[in-house]
């Protein structure tokens, strides 16, 4: 996360408090850390992915831009941002999923390899539907996972974002993953 904590939570004040000004302001301090958070979910998309890091932060940064949240701390951003490009990557994922453009066509490469697989596509929405059910039920733990692997950040700036201790991080972090493990082992309805 960024070095300028300080600044990043007045700034977010400040957008709170209806300054139009404060938000131009925070961009510069914030960019590079939303930047970090998508390319290890587009790494495991398919070679036809049309997304890109740049895309995704542009595309939830214009959505938190008018979101109208009333902004408690840079944690609320930065879990509201996160969640955010969560949302891109979902419903990038499930418009790939769409017959749409050419119906049941599929792409073929020149290598014979067949790059329009759904796996990677039915895996984020796997994923998201399982989060979902976990946040049913325990928010703070689904909170801890989208901080940790849609927003890249380090158990110590989980901790710092929502106000707990890193112990408690890392026990919430286990108890999420096994729950999460099996509940993408579970047979999907």
């Known amino acids: 996360m960024s070095a300028d904590l300080p600044a990043i939570t007045a700034l977010l004040g400040r957008w709170r408090e209806g300054d139009p000004r404060a938000f131009d302001d925070l961009t510069p301090l914030v960019y590079d850390d939303l930047r970090r958070i998508p390319p290890p979910h587009l790494a495991g998309e398919r070679a036809d992915i049309t997304l890109c890091a740049t895309e995704v932060v ?9 979101a109208g949240v ?9 879990a509201i941002a996160s969640r955010l490009m969560r949302q891109v990557l979902v419903d990038h994922a499930r418009s ?7 119906g049941a066509w599929q792409r073929v490469t020149l290598s014979g390899k067949d790059a329009a697989t759904d796996e990677s596509t039915a895996d984020i929405l796997t994923v998201h539907d399982a989060l979902e059910k976990l946040a049913s039920f325990d928010s703070r733990k689904a909170q801890i996972v989208d901080l940790m692997v849609f927003g890249g950040l380090t158990a110590g700036e989980v901790a710092d974002a929502l106000g707990v201790s890193e112990p408690t991080v890392f026990r919430d972090w286990r108890v999420a993953r096994a729950w999460l493990q099996q509940a993408l082992k579970a047979p999907q309805s």
Not at 58 to 66: D, I, M, P, R, T
Not at 96 to 102: I, L, N, P, V
């Open 58 to 66: 542009h595309e939830a940064y214009q959505k938190l831009a008018v």
């Open 70 to 78: 009333s902004w408690k701390d840079r944690g609320h951003f930065y």
């Open 96 to 102: 790939r999923k769409r017959q749409k453009r050419g």
